[in-house]
Nanobody, 125 residues
Framework: QVQLVESGGGLVQAGGSLRLSCAAS????????MGWFRQAPGKAREFVAA????????YYANSVKGRFTVSRDNDKNTVDLQMNSLKPDDTAVYYC??????????????????WGQGTQVTVSS
């Protein structure tokens, strides 16, 4: 497993942008697909975006497609989520997660075995 630490959350007005970052420990970072999930109060954790180990493929939830971009730097062991045109509905705790093995675009939290502690994103109207 890898250890994951998110940063970059905060309060932003609707229409604004935030960039989340997730730092991973370990020397095998490129063997993990990395995902971003979010959880709003009273709601289930939901898939936001993911990127394969070498960064060749990305996946997005329909609700964020065209507004969010996931990227990674395997030399620095980091994965970022650039969030633009934020909406109040994007308010949630955002988690990064790691999935070993062959990733085929799963959106299920159970397919990711390592999780960060989460970072709060609040979008005001």
């Amino acid at each position: 497993q890898v250890q994951l630490v998110e940063s970059g959350g905060g309060l932003v007005q609707a229409g604004g942008s935030l960039r989340l970052s997730c730092a991973a420990s370990g020397r095998t970072f490129s063997t993990y697909a990395m995902g971003w999930f979010r959880q709003a109060p009273g709601k289930a954790r939901e898939f936001v975006a993911a990127i394969t180990g070498l960064g060749s493929r990305t996946y997005y939830a329909n609700s964020v497609k065209g507004r969010f971009t996931v990227s990674r730097d395997n030399d620095k062991n980091t994965v970022d989520l650039q969030m633009n045109s934020l909406k109040p509905d994007d308010t949630a705790v955002y988690y990064c997660a790691a999935s070993s093995g062959f990733y085929r675009g799963s959106v299920y939290p159970a397919d990711f075995e390592s999780w960060g502690q989460g970072t709060q994103v609040t979008v005001s109207s």
